[in-house]
T-cell receptor, first 109, second 114 residues
């Protein structure tokens, strides 16, 4: 089955700096790669996703890049703000989502 | 519109006791998922329903776990008897597409087994 590895497990950045989280996947047939944000007391929310026919997607301060050859994809958050502090999960899917182990992002004021 | 609702939010039980979790998905979502999330890990799928049919339960430990979605709307997940290793957050999610659609998660039910 699919295996998704996510790095780093924790990440601290200064407010206004950029944050990058990386994931690798094992199943070359996976074609859908979402990112979820998990905050305390809230259900996880989809923040951005990308499909295998696209190499990059951007939504305001958030972008995701996909390298199908290398089987890795990354989340980029620019101009980080304290409210970006949360746990971020990547996932990969052909038919069913397999999640990475999560990254605790802390944005320091 | 209400999101995915789960209850209870927290449950503490002693090992060998039974426990049940309830989930009400977003109205109109025909696909419902139960995930288990251990501390410091990502969610792992236990079971997926399409309407009232369990279409993927390969990761559900069937000796002690059971789930149902009788009318194709809300669902219950039961553990009997609970073991220490069952301590985790149990997440319910729903979606309106069967495959790789956006999942909407509930806040989760945190289980502690003593």
């Amino acid at each position: 089955g699919e295996n998704v590895e996510q790095h780093p497990s924790t990440l601290s950045v200064q407010e206004g700096d950029s944050a990058v989280i990386k994931c690798t996947y094992s199943d070359s047939a996976s074609n859908y790669f979402p990112w979820y944000k998990q905050e305390l007391g809230k259900g996880s929310q989809l923040i951005i996703d990308i499909r295998s026919n696209v190499g990059e997607k951007k939504d305001q301060r958030i972008a995701v890049t996909l390298n199908k050859t290398a089987k890795h994809f990354s989340l980029h958050i620019t101009e980080t703000q304290p409210e970006d502090s949360a746990v971020y999960f990547c996932a990969a899917a052909r038919r069913q989502l397999t999640f990475g182990s999560g990254t605790q992002l802390t944005v320091l004021p | 519109e209400a999101g995915v609702v789960q209850s209870p939010r927290y449950k503490i039980i002693e090992k060998k006791q039974p426990v049940a979790f309830w989930c009400n998905p977003i109205s109109g979502h025909n696909t419902l998922y139960w995930y288990r999330q251990n501390l410091g890990q990502g969610p792992e799928l236990l079971i997926r329903y399409e309407n009232e049919e369990a279409v993927d339960d390969s990761q559900l430990p069937k000796d002690r776990f059971s789930a149902e979605r009788l009318k194709g709307v809300d669902s219950t997940l039961k553990i009997q008897p609970a073991e220490l290793g069952d301590s985790a957050v149990y997440l319910c999610a729903s979606s309106s597409a069967a495959n790789t659609g956006e999942l909407f998660f509930g806040e989760g039910s945190r289980l502690t087994v003593l």
